[in-house]
């Protein structure tokens, strides 16, 4: 499975019912409640195996994962 912008936002709607109609790539996932903090575990499982890739604890922050552009260029910059 490829990790891109269209299948992210597709899983945002289908798996936490997110209305991706609402979402660019800068509205913040978490700070602004569209995700909680239960979201993150399936969401770093989600991005590690559609990118694959391996998520470090330490980089499990709303830094790397608080909007849909930070998310694209922390996947971005591990697999560069």
Partial sequence: MAFNREK????FSEDFGVDVDDID???????????????VVDLVTYIESSADISVDPSEVNLDNLDSVGRI???????TA
């Fill in 8 to 11: 992210m936002l597709a899983y």
């Fill in 25 to 39: 790539d800068e509205t913040l996932l978490f700070t602004d409640g569209y995700l909680d903090s239960f979201s």
């Fill in 72 to 78: 694209i260029s922390f996947v971005g910059a591990k």
